[in-house]
């Protein structure tokens, strides 16, 4: 979890909206239980600000980032 946590705060900083969404997507799937109420609204901002910076019809493969 701190790994992709890493991953979204470092493409969030690069400007990278797929790379942010890739991670901040795996991040919800996979950890959903274990995120605190206070990150799930970071986590909800960084997901916001990546799709308006996506342009539309982008889509994220799903092997973006490692298992």
Do not use: H, K
């Not at 493409?11 to 901040?24: I, K, N």
């Not at 609204?41 to 539309?56: C, F, I, K, Y």
């Amino acid at each position: 979890m701190e790994v992709l946590s890493d991953l979204l705060a470092v493409a969030v900083r690069a400007g990278d909206p797929l790379a942010a969404w890739a991670a901040a997507a795996r991040l919800l799937r996979g950890f959903y239980p274990l995120i605190l109420p206070q990150s799930q609204v970071s986590l909800a901002q960084a997901l916001t600000s990546a799709s308006e910076r996506l342009p539309a019809g982008t889509r994220c493969p799903t092997s973006l980032f490692p298992s």
